[in-house]
């Protein structure tokens, strides 16, 4: 049986890790999980490969537009049932949050994606 407590007392209070790389272009990027977001994935059990692959899924094009516009955006992935919140800083791609499912309220000035 898995031990929700156990598994975030494992984690570093206050640090978040890398979980993936990409490379867009001739630009590498790095998928960085927040402590908050690390902790989010263990209570609604989602598996940061979901996370990294969500994101990777919008595509080189739509990475770098995001990039360039510094805002939060939040990725609706229904096949899933998995929502990602995450920035774009540098080469730095954030992931502040993770929900576990695709039924969520958006506020403004947060860009949505919705994966099918």
Do not use: C, P, W
């Amino acid at each position: 049986m898995r031990n929700v407590k156990e598994e975030i007392k494992k984690l570093k209070r206050g640090k978040g890790r890398q979980i993936a790389t990409l490379k867009v272009g001739n630009q590498e990027f790095s998928i960085r999980a927040t402590y908050h977001s690390l902790v989010r994935m263990i209570e609604r059990n989602v598996d940061e490969y979901v996370v990294s692959g969500t994101i990777l899924s919008l595509g080189n094009d739509r990475l770098m537009k995001y990039r360039s516009n510094n805002r939060e955006v939040m990725i609706i992935n229904k096949t899933k049932n998995v929502s990602v919140v995450f920035a774009i800083v540098k080469n730095r791609i954030i992931v502040i949050t993770v929900l576990d499912n695709s039924d969520v309220y958006v506020i403004d000035e947060t860009s949505i994606e919705v994966l099918k």
